[in-house]
């Protein structure tokens, strides 16, 4: 810390943070106007962001921006749309707000975590036959994950199974002089999906509306699932029961501040939900 007026040169190549000690304060209720007018004076010298450190050393920093001031990510300002699963602003960018995704029903394609993978745990494998093309790659995959073709599902590491239903981005070793890419199970049965009326045919029974992987069901984007009412997400209130939703909205009751912006639109809650 260092007392104003401060005439160290600073190299201008380099970024530097600077941070000012606007005021130190003790808390107490004549203090309040103090304790404000010291926020503001931050905010108006930082560009919106103030940090207070409290007597233990611990540090919480505040923005009016929409930015992460630890890590820099910004974000749009929150409005009404951006809780709407039927506008563009508010829906996931991957489900488009339908909250599903077409994909690999995994409980399908295992249908028993009991049987190894020679066995026949993967239906479309089967089992593997001895000296097969199919047989000689499953073992050059389980060579390069570290596991046999003799475990059953279920005792395989997370990640076996990962690499057997998603595929890697590193070559597998197949034989001297020959790698292979595999792009996972998952993803070759969705892109056969699409390109093919045949493959559809015999491997749609794989495929079922899972919940989408990047808003998992909830329809909106991240940034939505991220706001909390009363310590609950949109995303959270939405799968209530309708009975749960009305005495949740019935016994809210809102504070001088929230009471002038969200009076009209509780009350065409409570009407819409009875």
Do not use: M
Not at 106 to 113: F, K
Not at 117 to 146: H, P
Not at 151 to 166: P, V
Not at 203 to 219: E, I, N, S, T, V
Request: proline share 5%; charged share 25%.
């Amino acid at each position: 810390v260092h007392e104003l007026p401060y005439d160290q040169p600073i190299d201008r190549r380099r970024r530097h943070q600077v941070e000012i000690v606007v005021d130190r304060i003790s808390i107490s209720a004549r203090n309040r106007s103090r304790l404000a007018e010291a926020i503001e004076a931050a905010l108006a010298i930082s560009g919106q962001d103030v940090i207070i450190v409290t007597a233990d050393n611990d540090s919480v920093s505040f923005s009016r921006l929409f930015a992460c001031h630890e890590c820099g990510q910004s974000y749009e300002q929150i409005t009404p749309r951006s809780f709407s699963f039927n506008h563009p602003e508010g829906w996931c960018h991957l489900c488009e707000g339908l909250g599903t995704q077409r994909g690999v029903d995994l409980n399908i394609l295992v249908p028993d975590e009991s049987k190894s993978l020679r066995q026949g745990a993967v239906k479309i494998w089967g089992q593997l036959q001895s000296g097969t093309l199919l047989e000689d790659f499953v073992q050059a995959l389980a060579d390069f994950g570290g596991f046999t073709l003799d475990q059953s599902w279920k005792s395989l590491r997370q990640r076996d199974r990962h690499l057997i239903i998603y595929g890697s981005d590193e070559p597998i070793p197949v034989r001297p002089g020959l790698e292979l890419y595999y792009q996972g199970l998952a993803p070759a049965i969705e892109e056969g999906r699409a390109l093919s009326r045949d493959f559809r045919h015999r491997f749609g029974q794989l495929l079922r509306d899972l919940p989408c992987p990047a808003c998992d069901g909830q329809r909106v984007r991240p940034e939505a699932t991220a706001v909390e009412f009363r310590g609950h997400t949109i995303g959270e209130i939405c799968t209530w029961p309708l009975q749960q939703a009305r005495e949740f909205f019935d016994a809210l009751e809102l504070d001088p501040i929230e009471r002038p912006r969200a009076e009209d639109l509780l009350r065409q809650v409570r009407k819409r939900l009875k």
